[in-house]
């Protein structure tokens, strides 16, 4: 079977495709290397709560049974794995430790895009402005 | 093994024991990592009462409330759209269904400090669609502002007033540099009221206005016949705020 148009159709499917890959073969040329945030650690305490894995993966979850516990139930005394007590607070206990929301916090929910609604009523250890 | 009937029934009814036993064994194997702070105060019922032969002037009651709510992060806003979670009324507003025209002048004239009742029978907990304001077993109305999306139901519900809602930006009426940094503020949008400080009886401390009225307000568990407040209601006449609603008030008044 004979194609009619044969030259410029496949000519024109070349040069539609290659455009339509001209972005990706250019992005990844200018586009840089994704990079972890860097976190400003407490200074002179190394544990947290729970081990670093587990609040990186959990503290979301972890700070709703908080608040669950703490006002629901009546709780607000935590025991970690390793048998260590803490207040169940989060401007009176994690932020004491964690003393800039904006060098902790913010720094990976600005990077995951999320924005929690925590300090619409709490107050970050900055203070308000 | 013959599989006939009967042993099918039997296997089936072994399962079914099994099935309902099941989540207790699983409850029980976990510890649960939480507890109360030994040093808490607790309670059956927590109650409250006010001597209002001792409590009575506008400036004693402004006093307290200060007191109430710069420690609560309360915003101050003029007008209809304000924030309270103490305040005070004459009586005939306090007691609007035990008035008659012939009350003691002095009684009539004197100011009465208002704050949540946390009712024994609380409408605002059977309105609220979200359950954010619940009744904690130990008789205090409690919120979870988390939880609280705004309906005002709560408001329609209650008959003291002792709701107020957030119109505008809480943080627009507070000075943001005298806040206490161990109390959140709450967001626009969600309402709020007294919560008997179970942030401090939590840790042992009386609630602030308790502390701060020198004498004139009682604080104990009502369902303990030795307890303070059972010592006054016994030697004392009071008066609770609307009783025909059947709310049963936590707040008693000696008049």
Known sequence: MKMHYGFPIIVGLGLFIGLLCLPFVIGKGITKEYKQPELKLPANEKECIESKEFMRREHMQLLNDWRDWALRDGKRIYTNHAGKEFTISLQNTCMKCHNNKADFCDKCHTDAGVSPYCWDCHIQPEGLK | ???????????????AAGLALAPK???????SPVKKNPAGITAKRWAMVIDSTKLHTKEDIAKLAEVCHSIHNVPHIEGNQNVKWIWGAPYAQAFPEQENPHLAEEVHEREYILLCNHCENPPCVRVCPTQATYKRPDGIVAMDYHRCIGCRYCMAGCPYGSRSFNWGEPREGLDLSKLNPEFPTRMRGVVEKCNFCVERLAVGKLPACVEASEGAIVFGDLSDPDSDVRKVLRERFTIRRKPAVGTEPG?????
């Open chain 2, 25 to 31: 064994a699983m409850a029980s194997s976990g510890a």
């Open chain 2, 1 to 15: 093994m013959k599989n006939n009937r009967r042993a099918f029934i039997k296997l089936a009814g072994i399962a």
């Open chain 2, 251 to 255: 707040v008693y008044y000696i008049i």
